[in-house]
T-cell receptor, first 113, second 111 residues
């Protein structure tokens, strides 16, 4: 079984630019999560999708972050405009309906200069 | 979700058992204890979870105290590849449940 795929693996942008990250979850996994992990901290949930509907986006900074999951499969997380404090690893995870174990992708390391 | 407390770091000699403690004194009756680990530059990896009974799988054993206020993750024969940050998380099951990660325990396995 293929794991969670994410791209790109690394991205460097200047502040005020925009950036997008892509995630393809494990086949058949209905729930998809985006986390932000700042250096030295644990991952923090940004948004959770169940199929193509949002379950929880309470910690997503909606003035600059957006996410979508068209057709309930892959997902895109966008930041526009980026700030220095957005420098972090962005992790995507998925799990099968009815199960709580989440499977994580390798993450995208974003550096904002 | 209940909060957890873990030591910041631990060391373990290769081949010995690594016992990682976690306190979760405010755990609710419907909350499970989950353990994940994160090897450097990788995403977190699910290890094991349990409600009140002890659990074992191919990776580890989970011992939960009878009052459920604490637990211990046991790696029976630690190897260098087990060096990672280990996260103990309590969470209710269900579609809307989420994982709240703390800062975890950094386990260093040495020769």
């Amino acid at each position: 079984e293929a794991g969670v795929a994410q791209s790109p693996r690394y991205k460097i942008i200047e502040k005020r630019q925009s950036v997008a990250f892509w995630c393809n979850p494990i086949s058949g996994h209905a729930t998809l999560y985006w986390y932000q992990q700042i250096l030295g901290q644990g991952p923090k949930l940004l948004i959770q999708f169940q199929n193509n509907g949002v379950v929880d986006d309470s910690q997503l900074p909606k003035d600059r972050f957006s996410a979508e999951r068209l057709k309930g499969v892959d997902s895109t997380l966008k930041i526009q405009p980026a700030k220095l404090e957005d420098s972090a690893v962005y992790l995507c995870a998925s799990n099968r309906e009815g199960r709580n174990e989440q499977y994580f992708g390798p993450g995208t390391r974003l550096t904002v200069t | 979700d209940a909060k957890t407390t873990q030591p910041t770091s631990m060391d373990c000699a290769e081949g010995r058992a690594a016992n990682l403690p976690c306190n979760h004194s405010t755990i609710s009756g419907n909350e499970y204890v989950y353990w994940y680990r994160q090897i450097h530059s990788q995403g977190p990896q699910y290890i094991i979870h349990g409600l009140k009974n002890n659990e074992t799988n191919e990776m580890a054993s989970l011992i939960i105290t009878e009052d459920r206020k604490s637990s211990t993750l046991i790696l029976p024969h630690a190897t260098l590849r087990d060096t990672a940050v280990y996260y103990c998380i309590v969470s209710a099951t269900g579609t809307a449940s989420k994982l709240t990660f703390g800062t975890g325990t950094r386990l260093q396995v040495t020769l």
